[in-house]
């Protein structure tokens, strides 16, 4: 049985905690790595440049909206793609373990179930609701 008292306050806690997670990925790729080098890091995987600067973009929109409560069921679903696309190109052929070399695909996968997890669960407490005439939280 799910407590009705409580399942609010834990979809707030892993919304929090996903949407961080992302802002520190995003942070990894502009601040460590660098637009440029990520874009080049994405060029040797074959992929086009600019999926790198989209893939940041949505990281930092992604998880800003995740923070505040915007949409946060939808946005989860949306940033799925994302970890799938890591899964696919670097993870997967790691392995499952992400202690082994390039990371394995365990924790991205493992980050999808949260996602899917908030996107079942709601909102949470807290989430800021866009309407026409402005925001309200509830």
């Known amino acids: ?69 915007i949409w946060p069921r939808l946005v989860a679903i949306l940033l799925i793609p994302v970890l799938l696309g890591a899964i696919v190109t670097v993870h997967g052929p790691a392995g499952f373990f992400f202690t082994n070399p390039h990371g394995g695909w365990e924790y991205p996968a493992f980050w999808i179930v949260g996602l899917v997890i908030l996107a079942l669960t709601g909102d949470g407490r807290l989430a800021l609701k866009p309407t026409p005439l402005g925001a309200r939280f509830h």
């Not at 992929?47 to 790198?52: D, E, F, I, N, R």
């Open 1 to 69: 049985m799910i407590d009705s008292r409580t399942a609010p306050y834990a979809a707030l806690l892993l919304r929090i905690v996903l949407g961080f997670l992302f802002l520190a990925h995003a942070a990894l790729k502009i601040v460590v790595f660098t637009p440029s080098g990520t874009a080049q890091f994405f060029v040797s995987l074959g992929l086009p440049a600019w999926l790198a600067y989209a893939t940041m973009t949505w990281e930092v929109i992604g998880a800003v909206a995740l923070i505040l409560g």
